[in-house]
């Protein structure tokens, strides 16, 4: 259900079920997790690429096991989140290694903000965004009530989550949603090109900057210079730092080693 593949530093991780625009069952969950563990413990790994196949990105969570005419137990959501969703949320922030989303095709519901909660989100532009919650009676779950109005501010965070109106990619990178939209033919290359060479960055350097920007959203200025400080007298001890300043005094580019 998830296809992991490690080439250059980058683990690529695919949402593998098309025939249901990559929506969320059990072993799927179980998979990304899986993945996710990996890009943690993996020294080799160095920055994660996380796409769909087919034409969705992620549908969020499979709805076709939950229809009470098929005998489907209570709802119990909020297990569902604490079993599944949320320890892969918490496991994307707390990687401090950059995680690229590509967002291939349509992201729905707690695929959406899934995707949202990668470092660099890239869509393509026939992509769209759907807080399709409200349309089934939920709320936004998987980090979505927390990031959407982080990133776009309250107003839209609260029309697009009452609403469930589609955010086309272009809207969504204009309004800060995203990074950037691109051509549906190009999305691929420059996923794999970006995520790659954030692979051959100063991973030491670029995940306590990944920290710094993430604690800014709940620390005071007091607190996140006393971060700043902390962060900067560890990245000033890595070999990164020396090879870095030593190709700037040679003029010759960069060999980062990740430490
Ligand atoms: C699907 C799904 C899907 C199953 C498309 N499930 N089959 C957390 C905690 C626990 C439980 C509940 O949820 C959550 C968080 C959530 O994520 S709630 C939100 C769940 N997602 C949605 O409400 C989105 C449902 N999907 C849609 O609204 C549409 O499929 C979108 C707008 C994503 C795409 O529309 P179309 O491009 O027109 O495609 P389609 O609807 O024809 O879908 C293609 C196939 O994929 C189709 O199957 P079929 O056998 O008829 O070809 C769909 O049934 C299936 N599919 N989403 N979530």
């Known amino acids: 259900t998830v296809l992991s593949a490690l080439a250059d530093g980058v683990l690529t ?5 098309p025939d249901k625009l990559n929506s969320f069952n059990d072993d799927m969950h179980r998979a990304l997790r899986a993945g996710l563990e990996r890009a943690h413990d993996d020294a080799g790994v160095r920055a994660v690429l996380l796409t769909g196949t087919g034409r969705g990105f992620c549908a969020g969570q499979d709805l076709g096991d939950r ?10 959501l909020g ?6 969703y949320n320890p892969n949320l918490r496991l994307i922030r707390s990687l401090e290694k950059p995680v690229v989303c590509a967002v291939n095709g349509v992201a729905a519901g707690a695929g959406a903000n899934i995707a949202l909660a990668c470092d660099i989100v890239l869509a393509a532009k026939s992509a769209k965004f759907i807080q399709a919650f409200a349309k089934i009676g939920l709320i936004p779950d998987a980090g979505g009530s927390w990031s ?5 501010g309250e107003a839209r965070a609260k029309a697009l989550t009452l609403t469930a109106e589609p955010l086309p990619a272009e809207k969504a990178a204009d309004w800060g949603l ?3 939209a691109v051509e549906d033919a190009d999305l691929m290359d420059q996923a794999t090109a970006l995520a790659r060479s954030l692979a051959a960055g100063p991973t030491l350097g670029l995940g306590l900057t990944k920290r710094l920007i993430q604690a800014a959203a709940t620390n005071s200025l007091d607190e996140q210079l006393d971060m ?3 962060c900067q007298q560890a990245a000033g001890r890595s070999a990164d730092y020396a090879e870095g300043v030593a190709a700037f005094l040679e003029k010759r580019p960069a060999t980062f080693q990740g430490k």
Do not use: S, Y
């Not at 991780?13 to 079920?17: D, F, V």
């Not at 229809?67 to 119990?76: I, L, N, Q, S, T």
């Not at 297990?79 to 599944?84: G, I, P, Q, Y």
């Open 228 to 230: 700043e400080r902390d």
């Open 148 to 152: 959407l109005p982080r990133l776009v």
């Open 67 to 76: 229809d009470p005419a098929k005998g489907a137990p209570p709802p119990d």
């Open 13 to 17: 991780l695919t949402l593998n079920r």
């Open 79 to 84: 297990r569902t989140l604490e079993t599944f």
């Open 178 to 180: 995203i990074w950037k």
